[in-house]
């Protein structure tokens, strides 16, 4: 069952340190979102890559947060600079096409990510 | 700015009897609706969905309710299992928009046996 896969499933990071989480979509799908969730919280868009494109980034705080979806290999969250509140669980989804009531989002188990 | 509410953090319900979750909106631009189930540690999984052009969408024992004139839709799930205990998140987005969607803060299921 080739579905979303993220990893690692948990990361721990010093204050000021890098932290990388992959997400390789579903077979077939090439539309990748990036979501977090905050402890008690529910979950709030950050980006959405097509491969090699950032579609829309609006969610993603503008400094020490970048993704990519390069042609070849996953998609990759970077948080430069760890802060505590970064920590939460960030979560990637793919679907088959961009837009369209038939297409929900699959979800992987996220990535919770825990700054020291 | 929350644009998509669930104003019950929790509901608990004996099994075998309907569970209602319910959610606003406020951003009338919504044309799609869904409805996430959460197990802990886990990603959302997809449930049912609505577009605006319905009021009802009904999968075995979850039906989703639109009511567009007062932004308001609710899952109702019957009969209700202990497997359904889980944290449920409604979700919305614009048909211009992609899948971006925007999540309530998620109610937690509780079905008691």
């Known amino acids: 069952n080739a579905g979303v896969m993220q990893n690692p499933r948990h990361l721990v990071r010093r204050r000021g340190q890098e932290a990388r989480l992959r997400c390789s979509p579903m077979?077939?799908?090439?539309?990748v979102y990036w979501y977090r969730q905050l402890p008690e919280e529910g979950l709030k868009f950050m980006v959405y890559?097509?491969?090699?494109?950032?579609?829309?980034e609006s969610g993603m705080p503008k400094e020490r947060f970048s993704a990519e979806f390069p042609k070849e290999g996953p998609s990759i969250l970077r948080i430069q600079q760890v802060v505590r509140g970064d920590s939460a669980a960030y979560f990637c989804?793919?679907?088959?096409?961009?837009?369209?009531?038939?297409?929900?989002?699959?979800f992987g188990n996220g990535t919770r990510l825990t700054v020291t | 700015d929350q644009q998509v509410k669930q104003n019950s953090p929790s509901l608990s319900v004996q099994e075998g009897r309907i569970s209602i979750l319910n959610c606003d909106y406020t951003?009338?631009?919504?044309?799609?609706f869904l409805w996430y189930k959460k197990y802990p540690a886990e990603g959302p999984t997809f449930l049912i969905s609505?577009?605006?052009?319905?009021d009802k969408n009904e999968d075995g024992r979850f039906t989703v309710f639109l009511n567009k004139s007062a932004k308001h839709l609710s899952l109702h799930i019957v009969p209700s299992q202990p497997g359904d205990s889980a944290v449920y998140f409604c979700?919305?987005?614009?048909?211009?928009?992609?899948?971006?969607?925007?999540f309530g803060g998620g109610t937690r299921l509780m079905v008691k046996p």
């Open positions: 890559l097509q491969k090699e494109n950032i579609i829309d």
């Open positions: 609505i577009s605006s052009i319905k």
């Open positions: 989804a793919s679907s088959g096409q961009g837009a369209g009531y038939n297409s929900p989002l699959h």
């Open positions: 077979k077939g799908h090439s539309h």
């Open positions: 951003n009338s631009m919504f044309d799609y």
């Open positions: 979700a919305a987005s614009e048909g211009n928009a992609g899948n971006m969607l925007t």
